[in-house]
């Protein structure tokens, strides 16, 4: 397995969850990592990448309430999320992509915000 994700849940409005992406060493080293989600019934979205070089993108619902970073000795990318809201619920989704485009997904984490 290539990508590992963790750290989903369920968590009330307001509150925090950070994610986990442990990633195998030749897909740590890839261009791109990041995070998508996906609602039921909805298409797959952007939440954040961070590049090679440490660029970062967000999705634009983010508003400042993620950060993404990556912990090089550990292989891992995290997903801090704060100031969760309801309609963050979502299957989230750990990426790696080459610079050429390819892509290799993880299986996904649940992450419910309810009350």
């Known amino acids: 397995v290539q990508l590992v994700e963790s750290g989903g849940g369920l968590v009330q409005p307001g509150g925090s969850l950070r994610l986990s992406c442990a990633a195998s060493g030749s897909m740590f080293n890839r261009f791109k990592m990041g995070w998508h989600r996906q609602a039921p019934g909805q298409q797959r979205e952007l939440v954040a990448t961070i590049t090679s070089g440490g660029a970062i993108e967000y999705g634009e619902f983010v508003q400042g309430r993620f950060t993404i970073s990556k912990d090089r000795p550990k292989s891992t990318v995290y997903l801090q999320m704060n100031n969760l809201k309801p309609e963050d619920t979502a299957v989230y989704y750990c990426?790696?992509?080459?610079?050429?485009?390819?892509?290799?997904w993880g299986r996904g984490t649940q992450v419910t915000v309810s009350s």
């Open positions: 990426l790696a992509a080459g610079i050429t485009g390819s892509e290799t």
